[in-house]
């Protein structure tokens, strides 16, 4: 098999004789000389952490530079293999990108290779997005995380839970025991569902009322949501749900704007986002990557998952739960800002405390984790929490993270003051592990942790 590998060296020196650099990282790098010769010094010896994303050698980060090219060489295997038509990975940390390569195939027909700016669906890594939108009016004083949905988005009052059916075959529905906090609405812990990852007959009525339907507004969409009952009681369970959808709405109706105009004005534009979106306009759509599955024989086939995905026409549907398009850069950029307390180059966002908000455990007493098979692991604010690393196989504490249904995926760790993005275009059986696989092959390359005392 031809192989492809567009892996980005990161010798400075290199990069700025080559005069590359600004086309690599634009809008990256701060202002400045970007040498660490004569920045102050942590007791370890490294530089003292920059906290803006610049382009540095992986020592400088406490990393030993073979071992971290251990993650290309992983997904460069899985290319190879017939796995993976291509991937682009990012590894900062203190600042510091010390691993950002590209390996295989953007589009696998026309031989067109993956590249560090290619755009990928990111689909529910859309969902911290919508998070950070909302608690900026929460940080405005527009509502507490306690109340009730329904004093905003009154169409979903009065929400009945689905308990069983009658002899007949109609549903019975019992009152909820209490109406669906925003809290809840952001722990997916409110009651509602997706439609698409389980199955009851409320999930049939989401499917039958097309709830996610690409052509219709927030506002018909909470319209058609309130006309379906609740799948369980409020506070009784994680269940992965249109939750981060209706929070776009939320978005809407407190601000007054455009979900969508709200992420440019207030979050794209400000962290220098320039390539994410809800759909990509005709001059980036030479960068967007073909998605694939697997056909019957297990060889990738260019498929889309949902019949109607469409990410080259602007939706009317901004979908905060799974719409945008994005780059590893721009999710880096995202990431980075949550690691520094909700400031990146000078812009804040958040406030520290309100980020760290959104990943303290907010599920109900009643709930002790998520499903999906993550032990160890709870859920904050539009984010899952590693609460005990040992039996989420992970390394630190309170790392944050998730993922889209493409393959993407990221997290966010304290402890080592690392981020990581991760950004393919697949679904189906054969989708190797690569979420576990680069996060075991980055922390082994970390010779100076924090964690270890």
């Not at 086939?301 to 549907?317: G, K, S, Y």
């Not at 539009?382 to 493409?406: H, K, R």
């Not at 679904?427 to 075991?440: I, Q, W, Y």
């Amino acid at each position: 098999m031809l192989r492809v590998n567009f892996t980005y060296s990161f010798n400075l020196r290199a990069l700025l004789l080559a005069g590359v650099l600004a086309s690599l990282l634009p809008a990256c790098a701060p202002a400045g000389n970007e040498s660490t010769a004569n920045t102050p010094s942590t007791g370890s010896g490294r530089p003292a952490p920059q906290r803006d994303l610049m382009m540095a050698a992986p020592a400088s980060a406490g990393f030993d530079a073979r071992r971290l090219g251990r993650i290309t060489e992983a997904m460069r295997d899985h290319v190879d293999a017939g796995l993976l038509a291509g991937a682009v990975t990012l590894a900062a940390r203190e600042g510091r990108i010390v691993h950002f390569d590209s390996v295989g195939y953007r589009d696998i027909e026309s031989g067109a290779p993956m590249r560090n700016d290619t755009l990928f669906r990111i689909y529910s890594m859309t969902k911290p997005v919508t998070g950070v939108a909302l608690m900026m009016l929460y940080e405005e004083g527009e509502f507490r995380l306690s109340d009730p949905v329904e004093k905003y988005l009154p169409e979903l009052a009065g929400l009945q839970v689905y308990a069983g059916e009658d002899a007949n075959g109609e549903p019975i529905l019992e009152p909820a025991d209490h109406p669906m906090t925003i809290r809840e609405l952001m722990s997916h812990t409110g009651g509602l569902s997706y439609g698409l990852f389980s199955q009851s007959a409320v999930d049939d009525m989401y499917v039958e009322a097309n709830i996610l339907d690409a052509n219709q507004t927030l506002d018909e969409f909470i319209a058609k949501l309130g006309a379906i009952p609740l799948r369980q009681q409020p506070g009784t369970m994680w269940h992965y749900s249109v939750s981060v959808d209706v929070q776009g709405a939320l978005v809407e109706r407190l601000s007054g704007q455009r979900f969508g105009e709200f992420l440019e004005d207030r979050l794209f534009d400000p962290l220098g986002m320039i390539d994410t979106h809800f759909y990509v306009p005709e001059e980036k759509v030479d960068r967007f990557a073909q998605v694939y599955s697997y056909d019957d024989n297990g060889e990738l086939i260019a498929r889309e998952r949902f019949a109607d995905a469409n990410f080259l026409v602007e939706p009317n549907f901004e979908s905060g739960g799974g719409g945008l398009v994005s780059t590893a850069m721009d999710y880096a950029r995202f990431s980075q800002m949550l690691l520094n307390g909700g400031e990146l180059n000078g812009v804040r966002i958040l406030a520290p405390l309100t980020v760290d908000l959104m990943h303290r455990n907010q599920l109900p007493d009643a709930v002790e984790g998520i499903a999906l098979g993550a032990s160890g692991t709870t859920f904050g604010l539009d984010f899952a929490i590693i609460e005990d690393p040992v039996a989420a196989e992970g390394y630190s504490q309170g790392e944050y993270y998730w993922g889209g249904a493409a393959g993407t995926w990221f997290w966010i760790d304290p402890v080592e003051d690392i981020i990581f993005v991760g950004m393919i275009q697949q679904f189906g059986d054969r989708l190797p592990d690569v979420r576990a696989t680069s996060r075991t092959l980055l922390y082994s390359a970390l010779m100076e942790p924090n964690g270890v005392r």
